[in-house]
């Protein structure tokens, strides 16, 4: 369990996390969603004590995390997979951290096995790829058998394999009652793998909730509905407060109304219904919605009809 209060971090003039509030709960994997920059890693890092809060608290498993007696079996975190020594090998690396925190040399060969590493762990870590990185990271994350799971972007450099291997991993932690907290840019990814949101923008929480509570509160419930008699079906809706539109002739696209009450009323009134189907926008489109006016680096739009030697116009952070 996470639990944050008020958190705040400035550095200097900037605020990049502005009095947040929110609980991670336990036996889920709660996806932590944001732009570049939105704040996401300062509150991660305040999360396992490694950047002090201006303001606020947050607790992990009731305490804050510096607080724990064996911190690394309360929550394990991969904040930043480069951060070991590049020239010690893998079981090195996690046989020095288990060493300085009293965890037995087998739970080593343990999360070894688990992240896939058995074949690379006597190498040098500054000769592996992204993804290796990566394993090690999350190999680190679980050597304490943590509680609490803090993973910042965790499936960055994997391939698709590993992209699959990472979301397994999570959902059975999550269901053996582990608290799961991971950060992705890839929406897809989180819609597969998330119960629970936490949407932030500019230091800010913009949505948190179950992951199609979110998507609806942004879209709103939708249907789509065809009829021979879309016109009469449009007024008998809209004087029961649907929002109508009609993007074809003898289509309607409703807001504000479910497709139960779309039947009902249609049956109470003999309309033949030729389709009746609810609509749900998709994760990646309710993120855009929602963070439309967080995003600090926006890309320039590519201008499709500049000939070939021009096309290729790069998205320019501000
Ligand atoms: N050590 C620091 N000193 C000054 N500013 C910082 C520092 N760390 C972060 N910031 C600023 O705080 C804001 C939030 O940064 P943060 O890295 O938490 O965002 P993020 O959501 O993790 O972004 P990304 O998705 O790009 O990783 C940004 O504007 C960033 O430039």
């Not at 696209?253 to 998709?282: F, K, T, Y």
């Amino acid at each position: 369990m996470i639990e944050a209060q008020e958190l705040t971090k400035r550095y200097g003039g900037k605020t990049a996390v502005d009095g947040v509030s929110f609980t991670i709960a336990p036996g889920s994997v709660t996806g932590f969603l944001g732009p570049n920059g939105a704040g996401k890693s300062t509150t991660m890092r305040m999360i396992m004590g490694l950047d002090r809060p201006t303001s606020g608290t947050v607790t992990v498993n009731g305490k804050p995390y510096a607080e724990h007696r064996s911190p690394l079996s309360e929550a394990g975190a991969l904040l930043d997979a480069k951060a070991v020594h590049p020239g010690r090998s893998a079981r090195f690396h996690l046989r020095t951290m288990a060493a300085t925190h009293h965890i037995p040399a087998s739970r080593v060969s343990e999360v070894i096995e688990m992240t896939g590493l058995a074949t690379v762990a006597g190498k040098r870590v500054g000769g592996f790829s992204l993804g290796m990185g990566q394993r090690l990271g999350i190999a680190s994350a679980l050597l304490g058998d943590p509680r609490t799971l803090i993973l910042d972007e965790p499936v960055n450099g994997l391939d698709p394999e590993g992209v699959q291997w990472v979301r397994r991993l999570v959902r059975s932690l999550a269901e053996e009652g582990r608290t799961v907290f991971l950060s992705s840019h890839l929406m897809s990814e989180m819609a597969q793998t998330a119960d629970q949101l936490l949407v932030i923008g500019r230091g800010r929480i913009l949505a948190a909730g179950p992951v199609q509570q979110v998507i609806d509160s942004v879209s709103g419930a939708a249907v789509r509905v065809r009829s021979p008699h879309a016109a009469d079906l449009a007024a008998l809706v809209a004087a029961d407060g649907a929002v109508v539109s009609s993007p074809e002739p003898g289509v309607l696209e409703l807001g504000g109304i479910d497709a139960a009450r779309v039947g009902d009323i249609a049956c109470a009134h003999g309309i033949a219904l030729h389709e009746l189907s609810p609509r749900s926008a998709s994760l990646e489109e309710a993120y855009m919605s929602l963070t439309q006016d967080a995003v600090e680096y926006r890309s320039t739009a590519t201008r499709s009809t500049a000939p070939p030697s021009t096309a290729a116009s790069k998205g320019t952070n501000r």
